[in-house]
């Protein structure tokens, strides 16, 4: 089993944020809020490949991991 090498803090301006990589490494983009999400993955061709909902959401109702 490999694992995942997590690359934090990418931007629009790095390549790995919109083009496909072939080995065990996940982006990690930081968002504003659900509409931020929303743009960061239609922002892409491949879409999103994983989310994260942190305990600061403020939506009711939803619980804090997902």
């Known amino acids: 089993m490999e694992i995942a090498m997590l690359i934090g803090g ?3 301006d790095i ?5 496909e990589s ?3 490494a996940e ?3 930081r968002v504003l809020d659900d509409q931020d999400a929303i743009q960061v ?3 892409t061709a491949c879409g ?15 619980p ?3």
């Open 41 to 43: 993955a239609n922002d």
């Open 27 to 29: 982006p990690i983009t």
């Open 64 to 66: 804090p991991c997902l």
């Open 48 to 62: 999103p490949t994983a989310a994260v909902i942190a305990p600061t959401s403020s939506a009711p109702g939803r």
């Open 15 to 19: 390549a790995i944020y919109a083009e």
């Open 10 to 12: 990418v931007t629009p």
């Open 22 to 24: 072939f080995g065990p």
